[in-house]
């Protein structure tokens, strides 16, 4: 977490809240509290979710990530720039790939072989 909200977050406004400098602390240690509990609450969803993910649908935590990670979606984008789309028309382009793949990959077993690995 950051050294910032930290020290926000320990901020102990004296004086009267009509004052601006009390006013401003006091909001600003609002606003540091508010962060990091959103922040510990956001970790502990992850977990959750990670959690029901791999008990349902195990193989999309083994999903490429997106544009900045996977080497063969930087070469679809390379290749669509070359033909001239542009970012928000490739990005586009990729959500709809993105969403085919998921939801490719959350189709239940098909063959005999696959649903007796499953069992």
Do not use: F, W
Not at 75 to 101: F, H, M, N, W
Request: proline share 5%; hydrophobic share 35%.
């Amino acid at each position: 977490m950051s050294v910032l909200i930290k020290t926000c977050a320990k901020m102990r406004p004296t004086g009267h809240l009509g004052e601006p400098e009390h006013a401003t602390k006091t909001a600003l240690r609002r606003l540091a509290r508010r962060h990091q509990h959103l922040t510990e609450e956001i970790a502990e969803t992850d977990i959750e979710l990670k959690d029901l993910v791999t008990v349902a649908a195990p193989h999309l935590l083994a999903l490429p990530g997106r544009l900045r990670y996977d080497a063969r979606t930087r070469t679809y984008a390379d290749r669509r720039t070359q033909q001239g789309l542009s970012k928000p028309e490739i990005i586009r382009c990729l959500k709809r790939y993105v969403a085919r793949e998921i939801y490719a990959a959350q189709q239940p077993a098909n063959t005999t072989e696959e649903l007796a690995k499953a069992a």
